[in-house]
T-cell receptor, first 117, second 115 residues
C-alpha cells in the first residue's frame, strides 16, 4: 500500500531561519511521482514541485530546495531564510505514474509551519 | 476569475439531508478531481473525471456519494442521507495534460457541516 508520513505536525521558526520539512513515503511501485503542495489559510492548495522516481537530482527554486533520496524513501523540503509569508500547511504527496491515476494523490497529514517576525 | 471555483463555500445541514456541492474548473482543463479533507488531515481522493466520464471513483466512501460532470466542465458532488462523519472540506481540482502529471489546481473548497 502507498503511504506518506510527515512526522512533524507543527514547526515554529523565527523569520530568516532555515527550516526543513520531512517526508517519508512507502510504495511498491518502481515508477511513481512525489509532490509538495502548500496550503495557506485561504485553503487553496498550491502545487510547488513534482519529482519522478527516476530523477534523484536535488532541486532548488529560489529559497526552496528539495532533497530526494530513494535509499531512505525520503523527499524533504527546505526553506532557506524563511519569511512570514511562508506560514502555511505543507503537504507531501505520492502518486502512481500511470495514466489518469497520476492525479490520484496520496497525501501526508501535513506540517503546519509558522514563521514569526 | 481564472481559478477553480467552488460553491457554496460553506454549507450547514442536518443529518439525513441531501447536499450538492458544485465545482467550476479552469476553462479548458479536461481532468477534474474531488478530494475530501477532514480536520488535521491531508486531502483524500474521492473521484476523477476525464471529460464527462468518471475514470476513477475508487475513493468514494459508499453509495451515498455520487458525482457527475455532464458536459465535461462543471461537476457536482452529491451526498445523500448525510451523516455527521461527512463533515469535512470538499476540495475540487482540475488539471490539463500540458501541466504535467499531478499538477493540480485546487479551489478553496466547500466546508460541509452536518449537525
Amino acid at each position: 500500500a502507498q503511504k506518506v508520513t510527515q512526522a512533524q505536525t507543527e514547526i515554529s521558526v523565527v523569520e530568516k531561519e532555515d527550516v526543513t520539512l520531512d517526508c517519508v513515503y512507502e510504495t511498491r511501485d518502481t515508477t511513481y511521482y512525489l509532490f509538495w503542495y502548500k496550503q495557506p489559510p485561504s485553503g487553496e492548495l498550491v502545487f510547488l514541485i513534482r519529482r519522478n522516481s527516476f530523477d534523484e537530482q536535488n532541486e532548488i527554486s529560489g529559497r526552496y530546495s528539495w532533497n530526494f533520496q530513494k535509499s531512505t524513501s525520503s523527499f524533504n523540503f527546505t526553506i532557506t531564510a524563511s519569511q512570514v509569508v511562508d506560514s502555511a500547511v505543507y503537504f507531501c504527496a505520492l502518486s502512481e505514474a500511470s495514466g489518469g491515476s497520476q492525479g490520484n494523490l496520496i497525501f501526508g497529514k501535513g506540517t503546519k509551519l509558522s514563521v514569526k517576525p | 476569475g481564472a481559478g477553480v471555483s467552488q460553491t457554496p463555500s460553506n454549507k450547514v445541514t442536518e443529518k439525513g439531508k441531501y447536499v450538492e456541492l458544485r465545482c467550476d474548473p479552469i476553462s479548458g482543463h479536461t481532468a477534474l478531481y474531488w478530494y475530501r479533507q477532514s480536520l488535521g488531515q491531508g486531502p483524500e481522493f474521492l473521484i476523477y473525471f476525464q471529460g464527462t466520464g468518471a475514470a476513477d471513483d475508487s475513493g468514494l466512501p459508499n453509495d451515498r456519494f455520487f458525482a457527475v460532470r455532464p458536459e465535461g466542465s462543471v461537476s457536482t458532488l452529491k451526498i445523500q442521507r448525510t451523516e455527521r462523519g461527512d463533515s469535512a472540506v470538499y476540495l475540487c481540482a482540475s488539471s490539463s495534460w500540458t501541466g504535467g502529471p499531478g499538477e493540480l489546481f485546487f479551489g478553496e473548497g466547500s466546508r460541509l457541516t452536518v449537525l
